[in-house]
């Protein structure tokens, strides 16, 4: 199945600072999916993206597919308490919309006030 | 807003016991998941269920575990015979075919095995 790496594992951030966390495969994907876990929460869908080179934007929240469709990016900018939390990427199998969902190994989001 | 929901929140066992998580998917969904998050860990898929059959399962999902749908809104979890290494949150997700490509999760359930 599709495997993806996900990086960084942590990352601590002052209030107002910017945060990227990157997704990576070394085969062609599908599509990419963004997933916030809040802490002890569970995952909750932020965006899909299946075209090269898309890039959609949510509110603070920029998304980007790489050309080559094996590579993905999240950055949030001006970070806030409020964006503490895991984000995961995960792929969607199979090209269909109801394929298991495999996940990255997630980045921890700290803010600091 | 219609969501998943997941019964017990936390259920404790001793190892070599059985137990049954619940989830009741949102309601017009076909698809179902099982999943799990050993603490500090991804989310690992284990299961996928749709017209009342498994559609896929992972190498996790080994003779110990099973699910069902038995009636037309429960979909239920079960571990024969629990494991140390069982402990972990166990997430359900539903998915409407189709219109979404979202897999909405329940809140989970945390087992722990003693």
């Known amino acids: 199945g599709q495997q993806v790496m996900q990086i960084p594992q942590y990352q601590h951030v002052q209030e107002g600072e910017d945060f990227t966390t990157y997704c990576n495969s070394s085969t062609t994907l599908s599509n990419i999916q963004w997933y916030k876990q809040r802490p002890g929460g569970h995952p909750v869908f932020l965006i899909q993206l299946v075209k090269s080179g898309e890039v959609k934007k949510q509110k603070r929240l920029t998304f980007q597919f790489g050309e080559a469709k094996k590579n993905s990016s999240l950055h949030i900018t001006a970070t806030q308490t409020t964006d503490v939390g895991t984000y995961f990427c995960?792929?969607?199998?199979?090209?269909?919309?109801?394929?298991?969902?495999?996940f990255g190994q997630g980045t921890i989001l700290t803010v600091h006030p | 807003e219609p969501e998943v929901t997941q019964t017990p929140s936390h259920q404790v066992t001793q190892m070599g016991q059985e137990v049954i998580l619940r989830c009741v998917p949102i309601?017009?969904?076909?698809?179902f998941y099982w999943y799990r998050q050993i603490l500090g860990q991804k989310v690992e898929f284990l299961v996928s269920f749709y017209n009342n059959e498994i559609s896929e399962k992972s190498e996790i999902f080994d003779d110990q575990f099973s699910v069902e749908r038995p009636d037309g809104s429960n979909f239920t979890l079960k571990i024969r015979s629990t494991k140390l290494e069982d402990s972990a949150m166990y997430f359900c997700?539903?998915?409407?075919?189709?219109?979404?490509?979202?897999?909405?999760f329940g809140p989970g359930t945390r087992l722990t095995v003693l």
């Open positions: 309601s017009n969904h076909l698809y």
């Open positions: 995960a792929v969607r199998a199979g090209g269909t919309s109801y394929g298991k969902l495999t």
């Open positions: 997700a539903s998915n409407k075919r189709g219109a979404t490509d979202t897999q909405y």
